[in-house]
């Protein structure tokens, strides 16, 4: 799946620091060029995803939620 446009204003690009895997959720550190941005994920996402340290991503902030896109 390849994202074309979204609305989420908020976008910043980053590299994956750190997971924190857990059994259900699991929480994921992203360096950006702001600083660290936290999200907190399923694990099956992170999965799906193939993320691991060093993968480029999308972090995406909306209001209280912080998705990630991975580019």
């Keep these: 799946m390849a994202i074309h446009s979204i609305n989420v204003r908020n976008q910043f690009r980053g590299r994956v620091k750190e997971i924190l ?3 259900v959720v699991s929480e994921i550190e992203v360096e950006t060029a702001l600083g660290l941005v936290t999200s907190v994920i399923t694990t ?3 999965n799906e995803l193939g993320l691991q ?17 991975k580019v």
Excluded at 55 to 69: G, H, N, Q, W
Aim: aromatic letters at 0%; zero cysteines.
């Design 53 to 69: 340290v060093g993968t480029e991503v999308l972090a995406l902030v909306k209001s209280t939620e912080v998705s990630i896109a």
């Design 21 to 23: 895997i857990g059994p």
């Design 44 to 46: 099956r996402s992170i």
